[in-house]
C-alpha cells in the first residue's frame, strides 16, 4: 500500500474488522437476526456499506433491500430539500464512479423509475417539463416483497418456505436509507416472535440484517428485540490495525538499524497519539518524521479537522468499565455517534484530541512517553540484561570481588544492610550497575553506553519522553553489542 490514502480493500485485511466480521457472520450463521450500529461519519464517508458488503460476501441468500433515500439526501441540508422528499435514483452517481476506478454501487431506490424520466441528475428538472409530483415510496415491506417474489403476507411465506427446507435469507436493510427506520424494527419484532411460534429452529430462521446510526434506530424503538444481537463499531480498531497500516506503506530504506529503531518509536508515536482515527494516523506520518513535542504539535494543528462552531471537545470517561464495556454507555453514547470517542487499547479515546494542541496540556507528553516506553523498556531491559552477564568477565579482580560489586550497587538505593540482604547479580538495577562501573574494567564507549541507558531509564520511568537527539543516541546504542568499542 502507498500513498496517504487507505483503501478500503486493505482495510478489511486488518485483523481488527475481520474479528467484528466474525463475530456478525457466527451469529448470523446461528440464525440470529442483528442490529448493527455505526458512528455517523463511519456511514457517511461510505466506509460502512463497504464493510456491509464484506460481510455479506461471506453469506449466502442475501437479500439486500432497496432504500428510498439516497446519499445526496442523507447530505443535503434540509432548506434546499424539496417540500416532499422522492425517492432519487443515484444511477448516474454509480456510473460516475464506475468512470473513476470505484466499485459501482446499484441504484438507492430501483421503484423511482417515473421521476427519474422527469428529473435529471443534480434534481435539475429536464427543459420542457414541469418539475413532477412526488412519488410515495413503497413500504419497506412492499420492497422487500418485490426482491422475494412474494405476492401474499410476507412473514407467513418466510415462515413456511423455511419450514419447507428452503435456504434461509439473510435480509439486509439500511436504516439510514429509510424514511421509517421504526418500519424495520417492527418488521424485526414480527418475524422474530412468528419464527418462535412457528418452532423453527435457529439454522432454518430467515435473519435480519439491520444496520443503523445510533439517531436511525434508536434502542428504545427495537423495544424486546428476542434474539436479535445488537453489534456496534465501537473497540474494532485495536493498536495492531493502526501499526500494520503504517508498515504497509513504504518508507525509504533505513540507513542503519538504529536507524529502523528509531523508525519503529517514531511510529509508535504516530499510533499512540492517533489511536483508532487511522486516516489521521497516515496522514500524520506523511508529514512528521520524528522530533520534539513542538514539531509534533505543528504536524498534528495541520492533520486534526477545524472544531465545528460551537462544539465542544468530549471529555473521557474516567471509569476504567466504560471502555471496555461491548457498546459505548450513556456517558458517553452521542459522542461516540459523532464520531469523536472510541474504545482503543482499553481506554476511552478522542479520535480527534484537538487538546492535544495545548501547550500547557500534558496529554500529549504522556502519550509520547508511552509509545517510547513501548519500544524502548524491553530493549533496555534485555541491554541490562546482556551486561549482567558479562561482569564477572568485566570485574577487576585484583582489588574487588563480585560480592564487593552486588553491596556497592544496592547500596545506592539501601543503606546499613546487613551480609543476607546483599542482592543477586541478576536483581542489579541500570542505576546500581552505574553507581558501581568503577569495579569494572569498561572502555570509554562502554561507560557511555550504561550512561546513556541509566538516563534513558530514569527519564522515561518518571514519564517525561525523550526528545530526539536523546532517541538518536539511545538506537545507536541499544544497536550495539556491549564488547563492540
Known amino acids: 500500500m502507498t500513498g496517504r490514502h487507505i483503501m478500503d480493500e486493505d482495510l478489511a485485511r486488518l485483523p481488527g474488522p475481520r474479528r467484528h466480521l466474525?463475530?456478525?457472520?457466527?451469529?448470523?450463521?446461528?440464525?440470529?437476526?442483528?442490529?448493527?450500529?455505526?458512528?455517523?461519519?463511519?456511514?457517511?464517508?461510505?466506509?460502512?456499506?463497504?464493510?456491509?458488503?464484506?460481510?455479506?460476501?461471506?453469506?449466502?441468500a442475501v437479500v439486500p433491500v432497496p432504500g428510498v433515500v439516497s446519499r445526496a439526501d442523507r447530505h443535503a441540508d434540509l432548506a434546499s430539500l424539496p417540500m416532499q422528499r422522492a425517492p432519487i435514483d443515484e444511477s448516474h452517481q454509480s456510473r460516475a464512479d464506475t468512470d473513476h476506478g470505484q466499485d459501482a454501487d446499484l441504484p438507492d431506490d430501483p421503484y423511482s423509475s417515473?421521476?427519474?424520466?422527469?428529473?435529471?441528475?443534480?434534481?435539475?428538472?429536464?427543459?420542457?417539463?414541469?418539475?413532477?409530483?412526488?412519488v410515495p415510496a413503497a413500504t419497506l415491506e412492499e420492497r422487500l416483497a418485490k426482491e422475494l417474489g412474494v405476492t401474499g403476507d410476507l412473514v407467513e411465506t418466510l415462515t413456511e418456505q423455511a419450514a419447507a427446507g428452503r435456504t434461509p435469507h439473510v435480509i439486509v436493510v439500511r436504516c439510514w436509507d429509510e424514511t421509517s427506520p421504526e418500519e424495520a424494527a417492527r418488521l424485526l419484532r414480527v418475524a422474530q416472535a412468528t419464527f418462535h411460534e412457528a418452532g423453527l429452529p435457529g439454522h432454518a430462521r430467515p435473519r435480519f440484517l439491520l444496520t443503523a446510526r445510533a439517531a436511525d434506530l434508536p434502542r428504545a424503538t427495537l423495544s424486546s428485540q428476542g434474539r436479535a444481537a445488537v453489534h456496534w463499531w465501537w473497540k474494532v480498531?485495536?493498536?495492531?490495525?493502526?501499526?500494520?497500516?503504517?508498515?504497509?506503506?513504504?518508507?525509504?530504506?533505513?540507513?542503519?538499524?538504529?536507524?529502523?529503531?528509531?523508525?519503529?518509536?517514531?511510529?509508535?508515536?504516530?499510533?499512540?497519539?492517533?489511536?483508532?482515527?487511522?486516516?489521521?494516523?497516515?496522514?500524520?506520518?506523511?508529514?512528521?518524521?520524528?522530533?520534539?513535542?513542538?514539531?509534533?504539535?505543528?504536524?498534528?494543528?495541520?492533520v486534526l479537522p477545524d472544531p465545528a462552531a460551537g462544539s465542544a471537545e468530549p471529555v473521557p470517561s474516567r471509569r476504567l468499565s466504560t471502555a471496555h464495556a461491548s457498546a459505548p454507555d450513556a456517558e458517553i453514547h452521542g459522542a461516540w455517534a459523532c464520531g469523536t470517542v472510541d474504545s482503543w487499547d482499553g481506554r476511552i479515546h478522542l479520535t480527534h484530541g484537538r487538546s492535544l494542541l495545548d501547550a500547557n496540556s500534558q496529554e500529549l507528553r504522556v502519550l509520547v512517553c508511552h509509545a517510547q516506553n513501548r519500544v524502548l523498556l524491553p530493549l533496555i531491559e534485555e541491554a541490562r540484561t546482556t551486561l549482567i552477564h558479562l561482569v564477572p568477565g568485566m570485574l577487576r579482580k585484583q582489588r574487588f570481588t563480585l560480592r564487593d560489586f552486588c553491596d556497592k550497587a544496592r547500596s545506592q538505593y539501601w543503606r546499613n544492610t546487613d551480609e543476607a540482604a546483599v542482592p543477586d547479580?541478576?536483581?542489579?538495577?541500570?542505576?546500581?550497575?552505574?553507581?558501581?562501573?568503577?569495579?569494572?574494567?569498561?572502555?570509554?564507549?562502554?561507560?557511555?553506553r550504561l550512561r546513556t541507558l541509566h538516563t534513558a531509564r530514569n527519564t522515561l520511568s518518571h514519564r517525561t519522553p525523550l526528545n530526539h537527539d536523546e532517541l538518536v543516541t539511545l538506537t545507536e546504542v541499544l544497536t550495539t553489542d556491549w564488547t563492540t568499542g
Open 22 to 60: 466474525d463475530m456478525l457472520e457466527a451469529d448470523l450463521r446461528a440464525g440470529r437476526s442483528c442490529v448493527w450500529y455505526f458512528p455517523d461519519p463511519v456511514v457517511e464517508s461510505g466506509r460502512a456499506d463497504f464493510f456491509i458488503r464484506e460481510l455479506t460476501h461471506r453469506l449466502e
Open 114 to 134: 417515473l421521476l427519474n424520466r422527469l428529473i435529471a441528475p443534480g434534481d435539475s428538472v429536464r427543459p420542457g417539463l414541469a418539475r413532477a409530483a412526488a
Open 237 to 302: 480498531w485495536t493498536r495492531l490495525d493502526t501499526e500494520v497500516l503504517m508498515a504497509w506503506r513504504s518508507r525509504s530504506r533505513a540507513n542503519d538499524a538504529a536507524d529502523a529503531l528509531l523508525r519503529r518509536v517514531i511510529d509508535a508515536v504516530i499510533a499512540e497519539v492517533c489511536g483508532p482515527d487511522i486516516d489521521r494516523a497516515l496522514a500524520l506520518r506523511s508529514i512528521w518524521d520524528g522530533g520534539d513535542l513542538g514539531t509534533l504539535r505543528h504536524a498534528l494543528r495541520q
Open 425 to 448: 547479580l541478576e536483581e542489579l538495577e541500570l542505576g546500581g550497575l552505574s553507581y558501581a562501573a568503577y569495579m569494572l574494567a569498561l572502555t570509554t564507549t562502554q561507560r557511555h
